[in-house]
Every structure is written in C-alpha cells, then in structure tokens.
C-alpha cells in the first residue's frame, strides 16, 4: 500500500502484512475533492513538482500535521496515493478502499464549508463517496477549514444518525451493515451525488462486499451490475422493493432492477423476511418464483419476501405484467401510477405461486388491455320497447364502456333491460341483469339472469332508478352460489366452428334462468347462440381505436413506447327465435334483397311495356310480397342506452 509519510510528505511502500504494525498505523484522509488543477496529484509528489500554486497543498500539510499530533507515520489521500494512471491499480485501490478506510488508526474528515455552514448542513454529507468514509472506520475526527477540530463520530452520533438516516448501532459499530436489509442499506446512498455516473454504484461495493471491475464510460450500467452481483451472494428481496416514483423518473414499466440509488430514496425501514427460495438471471431475464394475485388484465401484484417496520403486519408487493411472450414480465405502475404497495398479510386474498421472468434488459412495453368492456350492441329480445341502463363499477370514459380500477374493486359492471311496458311482456327477454367481470385468470366472464339479488346482495333497482344521480353509489357484488341441479338441456347453446369457452354453467329454472358464461381469454367468443334465451353473445379483443396505424408512436411520459390498447368487445342480440342456419338465411335474404332492390325499377318497366297496363296490378302485388318478406325488421338500428357510473364493489 502506497502511503505518505506525514513528516517528508515523500511516498514510501508497505506490504500489507506489515500494516498491522504499531510503527505503520496510518490516518486516512476524508475530503470533498477541489477542482483537478487544485489538488495534488500522484505525479506531483513523484516528480517533485513544485506545489507552491496548488490549492490543495495546504490541505494536505494539515491533513499530515493532524495525523502526526494522533501518532500516525502515515498518511493516505485518494487524490495522490493512487497512480490514476494505471487502470489495474485504479481498480484495486477502488475494490479495497472500503477496507482501508476499515483498517486507518483513525479516519480525519475535513470539512471545508464549515464553519461557514453547520457541521450537518456540510456538502461532505451529500457526496457518494463519503457514506463508506462514514461508516467503516472506527475512529473518525471532524475538522473544519482552519483545522479546528469540531468533534468525533462517537460524541456526534445523535446528530449524524439524523442528518443521515444511518443507524446510531451501524455508526458505533455496534451492529454490521450486513445486519440491515439491501434496500436500508441503498437507502442510505439515495440522496448522495457524485460526480461520474459510475461512481454511484462504484462507491457503495465495500458497503456490500462486492468486488467487479471499473469500466469507466458505461453510466448508468454500473449501478445494474451492482445489483446483478449482490443477487448473486444474496436472496434478499429487498433489492426489488425500489420505488419507481423517485423524482425525474416517469416511465410506465422497467426492469426488476433499480436504475439508481435514488430508486431506494424511501426503503429505509423495509426489512427482509425468511421464505425466499432465491433467484437466478439467465439470457437477460430474471427469473423469481414468488406468490401473486390479480391487479388488471394480465397484470399481478407480486408478493416479495420482506415488509415495512412501520407496517409489520403488511408484506411488500409490486407490479409486474405480462409482455407479447406467454411467462415474461416487466415492471409496471398500478393504475394510480403507484409502483409499490403494501398488502395486509391477513386480508383473504386467493394467491398463487408462479414463476416470474423479469426482462432485465431490452424490454418489451406490457400489453395494454382496458379493464373493463365496451357495449357495442346490447340488443336482446325486446330490446326496441325497452330501457337499458350500464352501471360502471368505476368512472367511465365513454357512454358505452364499463371499467374497474383493480381486480379486487369488484367486477366491471351491470347492465339492466327494464321493460318500459310489463303489460306488454310477450316475446320480452328472458335475461333483465347481465353482469360482466374476469375471473383469477383475467378470462371475461359474464352472468345473464333474470332477478338482480343473484347478482348482488344490495338491492340495484335504486341504482338503476337514480340513473347519473347514482355516482356514489357503492353496490357489493356476489357470484350467486345457489347449487341447483341444472334443469337446461345440454344443447341449449350453439358454438361457430373453432369458437372457444372456458366454461357454461346453468343455474335455475326455465322461467328464472342464471347462466354464467366464462370465455377464453386467448381466443376470445366469436359467437354463442343461446337458443332457449334467443341470444345471440360475441366477446372479442379488439384494438381499442379502429386502426393500429401510427400504433409504433405511442409513448409514455418517460418516452418508452407503448402496446396498442386493446379492450373486450361485446355484441348480444336477439336471434329472433331462430337456428343459427335459419337466422343465415335471413341474413342472406336481406343481402339479397338489398342488391336487387336498385334493378327492380327498370325492370318493372320493362314488364309494363311488354304486358300492357293490366300486368301493373300483379306487378305491384309482387313487390309488396317482396318487400314484407325480405326487407330487415324495423328497429334494427343501435340502442338508445341510458348510462350510469354507479361505484359497484
């Protein structure tokens, strides 16, 4: 080890078997570096420069007078102890300096600001640098910019545990650093700057035993192959706990890893806990198994091994969702742009265990689907005579939509069809409350029935009947379990070839029917006919604007690009009565119908001109018969829907 001897200020070596000696005790300078120019170098001292025009000569005879009073031979100073030159010795010096700092006689922090400032209000306690000059060291003087000596670490310690928000027992020594949580201990790096990007990362190996090389140039990078090192001797979940709401960041996802100590600005009291099976990275993917429940479509709250000492009784969760590749996640906020939560470890949560792939670099945007439906048609039996009210569990964009902030907000929203005319109840649906939700597995799912109390245990009619003025209602909804023997007929429903669906349930009776319908969520409804309740039901992914051109320009406040917005689409209509083959053949006759109507004029002249004027009468018999059986029936066109944006839980 390179030293100054404190009385010739010349360099003399050490092996480092030797340091432990009486006569090779050494102090170690702690300091806020000046400008280059100003302080002296390791080429200065070895070709004897004159140092009369150097600012920082005079910090460093007081730095060697000091260390003489403490009965110290040598002195150490990074500015010239350190051939900066040499990228092998830079780097070894670097790895080890947490370590000689340790091992110092005592450590001697010269404050220049002060007594201009207040011993606490010093920059020395903003710089990187100076949070492991802090810490490892047993002895440590404070001086201020006459070499007055201000006071010791120990006597202090009250007032640098507040200034810092460093343990009193890890500033004693009474407690290891290693004691303390990955995220306490980059708390307490949050707020410090220092002046290479690298140097953040660099800066904090010793506090975590770490030892990589120093690639000057590669910024940001340095701090993420902190983090990929500490995993690799660690399982400590803490080290994902970051908060993506630090100051300057506004992107919508990112990798599992913090992109700078800042990330840990309020981590101070998250502590880990036992259970942690580990981690491993492979191909740029972290790979964690952790316990999950439902936040939004295709996105999960996970649950980390460790909690909040303000909140023992709450374990730490965070958000991840799913990219364009089945199994691979980002790191996203929840919907109120929080990245970060706190779960009652209590509460009655149905969880599950998955593995988690975490894309560490290159990432992906998540796929973006709104949580909730669009009602693009809502045209049941009847639904000409009758009045339709949505309830949105949440506020709604737009008339037709239906939304909910989070999975456990309660499902999605209802839909009433009241008949404006009960005496007039024939040929009405069968199907007045339709539910619409997602299961654990974000699957649409949907409930059709005839009495709003298999829906809810509140009554809804109020909500329904105070239509816009039902803003803050609060309805609890409840899946009905009553477990009657089903009384449909296996064949009451009808699939188009390749359609998929999870599930069919029959409840009830024929007069009182309670159908829960749940739909694959990778393949979506193309069509369900539901002959004995002459629906017609269509459930789709689609892109939430018409066109997915201009899609590549979306971006979030951060500038990452975005996935096209997509959102279920559904369609149920009344088929009339009619077997799917019977309801095509209409379709085909109106088809029909419409490409002739604009040829019938000519040729109804032509006839006229053949016939003479007594073949008008049939000819105009004919087109009536036409027109009465082929023309499309009336009120085809969309609904009218009354809305509402009742708060359903």
Same mark, same amino acid.
């Given at each position: 080890?390179? &030293?100054?001897?404190?009385? +010739? !200020? #010349?360099?003399?070596?050490? =092996?480092? @078997?030797?340091?432990?000696? /009486?006569?090779?005790?050494?102090?170690?300078?702690?300091?806020?570096?000046?400008?280059?120019?100003?302080?002296?170098?390791?080429?200065?001292?070895?070709?004897?420069?004159?140092?009369?025009?150097?600012?920082?000569?005079?910090?460093?005879?007081?730095?060697?007078?000091?260390?003489?009073?403490?009965?110290?031979?040598?002195?150490?100073?990074?500015?010239?102890?350190?051939?900066?030159?040499?990228?092998?010795?830079?780097?070894?010096?670097?790895?080890?300096?947490?370590?000689?700092?340790?091992?110092?006689?005592?450590?001697?922090?010269?404050?220049?600001?002060?007594?201009?400032?207040?011993?606490?209000?010093?920059?020395? &306690?903003?710089?990187?640098? +100076? !949070? #492991?000059?802090?810490?490892? =060291?047993? @002895?440590?003087?404070?001086? /201020?910019?006459?070499?007055?000596?201000?006071?010791?670490?120990?006597?202090?310690?009250?007032?640098?545990?507040?200034?810092?928000?460093?343990?009193?027992?890890?500033?004693?020594?009474?407690?290891?650093?290693?004691?303390?949580?990955?995220?306490?201990?980059?708390?307490?790096?949050?707020?410090?700057?220092?002046?290479?990007?690298?140097?953040?990362?660099?800066?904090?190996?010793?506090?975590?035993?770490?030892?990589?090389?120093?690639?000057?140039?590669?910024?940001?990078?340095?701090?993420?192959?902190?983090?990929?090192?500490?995993?690799?001797?660690?399982?400590?979940?803490?080290?994902?706990?970051?908060?993506?709401?630090?100051?300057?960041?506004?992107? +919508?996802?990112?990798?599992?890893?913090? =992109?700078?100590?800042?990330?840990?600005? /309020?981590?101070?009291?998250?502590?880990?806990?036992?259970?942690?099976?580990?981690?491993?990275?492979?191909?740029?993917?972290?790979?964690?198994?952790?316990?999950?429940?439902?936040?939004?479509?295709?996105?999960?709250?996970?649950?980390?091994?460790?909690?909040?000492?303000?909140?023992?009784?709450?374990?730490?969760?965070?958000?991840?969702?799913?990219?364009?590749?089945?199994?691979?996640?980002?790191?996203?906020?929840?919907?109120?742009?929080?990245?970060?939560?706190?779960?009652?470890?209590?509460?009655?949560?149905?969880?599950?265990?998955?593995?988690?792939?975490?894309?560490?670099?290159?990432?992906?945007?998540?796929?973006?689907?709104?949580?909730?439906?669009?009602?693009?048609?809502?045209?049941? =039996?009847?639904?000409?005579?009758?009045?339709?009210?949505?309830?949105?569990?949440?506020?709604?964009?737009?008339?037709?939509?239906?939304?909910?902030?989070?999975?456990?907000?309660?499902?999605?929203?209802?839909?009433?069809?009241?008949?404006?005319?009960?005496?007039?109840?024939?040929?009405?649906?069968?199907?007045?409350?339709?539910?619409?939700?997602?299961?654990?597995?974000?699957?649409?799912?949907?409930?059709?029935?005839?009495?709003?109390?298999?829906?809810?245990?509140?009554?809804?009619?109020?909500?329904?009947?105070?239509?816009?003025?039902?803003?803050?209602?609060?309805?609890?909804?409840?899946?009905?379990?009553?477990?009657?023997?089903?009384?449909?007929?296996?064949?009451?429903?009808?699939?188009?070839?390749?359609?998929?669906?999870?599930?069919?349930?029959?409840?009830?009776?024929?007069?009182?029917?309670?159908?829960?319908?749940?739909?694959?969520?990778?393949?979506?409804?193309?069509?369900?006919?539901?002959?004995?309740?002459?629906?017609?039901?269509?459930?789709?992914?689609?892109?939430?604007?018409?066109?997915?051109?201009?899609?590549?320009?979306?971006?979030?406040?951060?500038?990452?690009?975005?996935?096209?917005?997509?959102?279920?689409?559904?369609?149920?209509?009344?088929?009339?009565?009619?077997?799917?083959?019977?309801?095509?053949?209409?379709?085909?006759?109106?088809?029909?119908?419409?490409?002739?109507?604009?040829?019938?004029?000519?040729?109804?002249?032509?006839?006229?001109?053949?016939?003479?004027?007594?073949?008008?009468?049939?000819?105009?018999?004919?087109?009536?018969?036409?027109?009465?059986?082929?023309?499309?029936?009336?009120?085809?066109?969309?609904?009218?829907?009354?809305?509402?944006?009742?708060?359903?839980?």
């Amino acid at each position: 080890m390179r &030293f100054l001897n404190t009385r +010739t !200020l #010349q360099f003399e070596q050490v =092996p480092d @078997s030797e340091l432990d000696l /009486d006569q090779n005790h050494y102090a170690i300078l702690s300091h806020r570096w000046s400008a280059d120019d100003d302080e002296v170098s390791f080429e200065d001292i070895r070709q004897f420069r004159d140092l009369s025009n150097k600012k920082g000569l005079s910090k460093l005879k007081g730095f060697c007078e000091v260390a003489l009073l403490e009965g110290c031979r040598y002195g150490w100073v990074d500015t010239c102890c350190i051939n900066k030159g040499d990228l092998s010795e830079l780097s070894e010096a670097i790895n080890s300096m947490y370590r000689w700092y340790q091992g110092s006689q005592i450590c001697i922090a010269y404050l220049e600001d002060v007594p201009e400032r207040r011993l606490t209000e010093s920059v020395w &306690f903003d710089r990187g640098w +100076t !949070l #492991q000059e802090l810490i490892s =060291p047993r @002895s440590l003087a404070f001086y /201020d910019h006459d070499w007055n000596h201000v006071g010791t670490k120990t006597k202090l310690v009250d007032d640098l545990a507040s200034r810092t928000g460093i343990p009193k027992r890890v500033l004693t020594h009474a407690s290891k650093p290693s004691a303390y949580s990955v995220a306490q201990r980059m708390s307490w790096a949050a707020k410090r700057v220092t002046t290479r990007i690298e140097d953040r990362a660099y800066s904090l190996m010793g506090l975590f035993d770490i030892h990589m090389p120093m690639i000057y140039g590669e910024r940001e990078k340095a701090f993420l192959r902190l983090q990929q090192q500490i995993i690799q001797k660690s399982k400590d979940e803490s080290i994902f706990a970051w908060n993506m709401n630090f100051p300057d960041n506004r992107g +919508t996802y990112s990798s599992p890893f913090a =992109p700078s100590p800042l990330a840990f600005f /309020d981590c101070s009291q998250i502590i880990q806990k036992p259970g942690s099976r580990g981690f491993s990275e492979v191909n740029g993917e972290l790979s964690i198994r952790l316990k999950t429940f439902p936040h939004s479509p295709e996105s999960y709250c996970a649950i980390l091994h460790c909690v909040d000492n303000c909140f023992p009784d709450r374990s730490i969760c965070i958000y991840v969702a799913r990219t364009d590749y089945e199994g691979e996640y980002v790191r996203v906020r929840n919907n109120s742009y929080s990245s970060l939560d706190r779960v009652l470890l209590s509460y009655p949560i149905k969880v599950q265990e998955r593995e988690i792939c975490l894309l560490v670099d290159m990432l992906k945007p998540p796929l973006s689907i709104y949580h909730g439906f669009r009602l693009r048609t809502l045209r049941p =039996p009847g639904y000409d005579l009758s009045k339709v009210t949505i309830l949105s569990n949440t506020q709604i964009p737009q008339a037709d939509h239906i939304h909910q902030n989070d999975f456990y907000d309660g499902y999605t929203g209802v839909v009433n069809v009241e008949p404006k005319d009960r005496s007039a109840s024939h040929g009405w649906s069968k199907i007045q409350w339709i539910k619409f939700g997602f299961d654990q597995e974000f699957n649409p799912v949907i409930w059709l029935t005839n009495k709003h109390k298999k829906l809810m245990q509140s009554n809804l009619e109020e909500a329904v009947a105070r239509g816009s003025d039902s803003k803050n209602h609060r309805a609890i909804m409840t899946i009905h379990e009553d477990r009657e023997t089903p009384y449909w007929p296996r064949d009451a429903t009808n699939l188009e070839d390749g359609a998929r669906i999870k599930q069919i349930e029959w409840r009830g009776k024929r007069k009182d029917p309670d159908l829960k319908i749940t739909i694959d969520r990778e393949t979506g409804l193309e069509r369900l006919i539901i002959k004995e309740l002459n629906l017609d039901v269509s459930v789709q992914l689609q892109y939430q604007h018409s066109e997915r051109e201009g899609s590549g320009d979306i971006t979030d406040f951060g500038g990452l690009p975005l996935d096209t917005p997509k959102i279920w689409v559904v369609d149920i209509t009344d088929t009339g009565g009619m077997s799917p083959e019977e309801r095509d053949r209409e379709k085909t006759a109106e088809i029909r119908w419409a490409i002739s109507a604009p040829f019938l004029g000519p040729l109804m002249l032509m006839l006229m001109m053949l016939l003479g004027t007594g073949a008008v009468y049939l000819i105009k018999f004919i087109v009536k018969s036409a027109d009465n059986t082929f023309r499309p029936k009336p009120g085809d066109g969309q609904l009218s829907i009354a809305t509402s944006t009742a708060g359903l839980r």
